[in-house]
């Protein structure tokens, strides 16, 4: 029991780090490019994982982000915690969605053949991918209790979609806004520790063009950017984006909420603006990302090791 639960448990790790490397920061946000290796990995992490195949999962990302909490909104936690965390799975999305968020470009998704490819065989890949062969394996390799490997394999499932689906409810809900609190995204500690990197959000929302989806290049809660970073390495990882410390600093004095650490210090060496008014972001081929703020923003083809800590 105890080797098919580790066993469950790498599996889920690999199965998000489909959502997170692949389907959220390459496909949905383009914070970094992939060969195609690397591209086929994460399309096969992504069928582990059961939460839609990654051309309709960036699809309605791009659109959260951009109109983040208004009908248009895929999973508008305006709406409430149950709505955002899964109830708007269960519903017809609001004719915003399609109205107002289909007017976003996608050419880049359909030419991508390797998401075009998952699309079209998405049923396909995750049946097997997601309970047919993670239950099978640990029953003919040694030899589990069959309904142990089918429960197991469920539990495997329910615990990653919930964490996943937390970040649309927990961290749009509860927490702190210290890089921008015209936005519902938060900071909280429970969502740093569980989602691979991905609980930075209140962060993630305000630059979500960074491929760390955090100010921290270095940081163990982080897994998702070490695993970009190590592909990043050997070649197949290229053009990572992130940003500037100056940049970040000067947008905490003009949208933080007052809450980031060492505030006052940071006052000193940046002057307060009464500029809030900024356009939410889809990504980094956003068409209202000036050039001024493109100048700011550092792209390497390598592991970029800040640790603003």
Same mark, same amino acid.
């Given at each position: 029991m105890i080797k098919t639960f580790?066993?469950?448990?790498?599996?889920?790790?690999?199965?998000?780090?489909?959502?997170t490397m692949g389907a959220h920061r390459l496909w949905a946000h383009k914070s970094y490019k992939?060969?195609?290796?690397?591209?086929?990995?994460?399309?096969? /992490?992504?069928? @582990?994982?059961?939460?839609? %195949?990654? /051309?309709?999962?960036?699809?309605?990302?791009?659109?959260? *982000?951009?109109?983040?909490?208004?009908?248009? #909104?895929? *999973? +508008?936690?305006k709406r409430g915690f149950f709505f955002s965390?899964?109830?708007?799975?269960?519903?017809?999305?609001?004719? %915003?969605?399609?109205?107002?968020?289909?007017?976003?470009? /996608? #050419?880049?998704?359909?030419? %991508?053949?390797?998401?075009?490819?998952h699309k079209k065989y998405y049923v396909f890949l995750m049946v097997p991918c997601t309970f047919i062969i993670p239950t099978l394996i640990p029953y003919y390799y040694w030899g589990e209790n069959s309904l142990m490997c089918f429960y197991m394999t469920l539990f495997r499932y329910v615990l990653t979609i919930n964490l996943v689906w937390s970040l649309n409810s927990v961290s749009h809900i509860y927490g702190t806004r210290p890089f921008d609190k015209n936005t519902a995204a938060t900071e909280q500690d429970f969502m740093k520790l569980s989602c691979l990197g991905e609980g930075f959000h209140n962060y993630h929302h305000t630059f979500p063009w960074d491929y760390k989806a955090s100010e921290y290049g270095n940081d163990w809660r982080n897994s998702s950017t070490y695993f970009i970073n190590i592909f990043a390495r050997i070649g197949w990882a290229y053009d990572l984006k992130t940003?500037?410390?100056?940049?970040?600093?000067?947008?905490? @004095?003009?949208?933080?909420?007052?809450?980031? #650490?060492?505030? %006052?210090?940071?006052?000193?060496?940046?002057?307060?603006?009464?500029?809030?008014?900024?356009?939410?972001?889809?990504?980094? #081929?956003?068409? *209202?990302?000036?050039?001024?703020?493109?100048?700011?923003?550092?792209?390497? +083809?390598?592991? @970029?090791?800040?640790?603003?800590?």
């Open positions: 580790v066993f469950q448990m790498v599996l889920g790790v690999f199965s998000s780090y489909g959502i992939a060969k195609l290796p690397l591209k086929i990995i994460l399309a096969f /992490f992504m069928s @582990l994982s059961f939460v839609n %195949d990654i /051309f309709t999962w960036a699809r309605d990302h791009r659109v959260h *982000h951009k109109f983040s909490e208004t009908d248009a #909104d895929p *999973h +508008n936690a965390h899964c109830g708007w799975l269960m519903c017809k999305k609001h004719p %915003d969605v399609q109205n107002i968020g289909g007017k976003l470009s /996608f #050419d880049d998704l359909r030419a %991508d053949k390797v998401v075009m490819f940003a500037s410390r100056e940049m970040i600093l000067k947008r905490v @004095l003009r949208t933080g909420d007052g809450t980031y #650490d060492d505030i %006052d210090e940071i006052k000193t060496k940046f002057m307060p603006t009464n500029d809030p008014l900024v356009p939410q972001y889809w990504g980094w #081929d956003d068409n *209202h990302i000036s050039e001024e703020e493109r100048r700011h923003v550092e792209i390497s +083809n390598g592991p @970029l090791a800040h640790n603003y800590g």
